[in-house]
C-alpha cells in the first residue's frame, strides 16, 4: 500500500520506535501512549483490519505469540495487560492498516470509553 503508515513504518520509509521485528511482525511503541507500557503489534503484510485477514492465515496467532513475549519482557504478565483491536469507525479504528494496541503498567479499567 503506497500511501499507509504502518506499511511506510514496516518497510523503514518513515521512522518509528522499533522494539521487535521477525519477518512477520514489528512492534513499535505508541507515540500517544495510553498506558506506561503502550506497545502497537504490526503486521509486515498490509490487512485493512482483521476483517480482511484470509481463513487460515497465521498472522492473528503470530501477533498473540508476540504479544505475550513482549508482555515478559516488558514485564507485565504478572500485573496484567490487554491486547486490544480496533475494528472500524465505532470501534476507534484510526489507521487502516491491522494492528493491536498491547497496554500495561496501569490499572486499565472496565469497559473502555
Ligand atoms: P487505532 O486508533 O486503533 O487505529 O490506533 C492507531 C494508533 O497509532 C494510535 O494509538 C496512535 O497514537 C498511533 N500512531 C499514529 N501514528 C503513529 C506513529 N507515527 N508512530 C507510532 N504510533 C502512531
Ligand atoms: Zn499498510
Not at 504490526?42 to 492473528?60: C, F, M, Q, W
Request: glycine fraction near 10%; charge should be negative.
Amino acid at each position: 500500500m503506497d500511501d499507509c503508515l504502518f506499511c511506510k513504518i514496516a518497510s523503514k520509509e518513515i521512522p518509528g520506535e522499533i522494539v521487535y521485528e521477525d519477518d512477520n511482525v514489528i512492534a513499535i511503541k505508541d507515540v500517544n501512549p495510553q498506558a506506561p507500557i503502550h506497545l502497537l503489534l504490526i503486521p509486515k503484510e498490509h490487512y485493512d483490519s482483521v476483517l480482511t485477514v484470509p481463513a487460515g492465515n497465521e498472522i492473528i496467532t503470530q501477533i498473540h505469540t508476540v504479544a505475550n513475549r513482549l508482555a515478559l519482557k516488558y514485564g507485565i504478565v504478572d500485573t496484567g495487560f490487554r491486547l486490544v483491536n480496533n475494528c472500524g469507525e465505532d470501534g476507534g479504528q484510526t489507521v487502516l492498516h491491522l494492528h493491536y494496541h498491547l497496554l500495561g503498567g496501569r490499572n486499565l479499567g472496565w469497559p473502555p470509553g
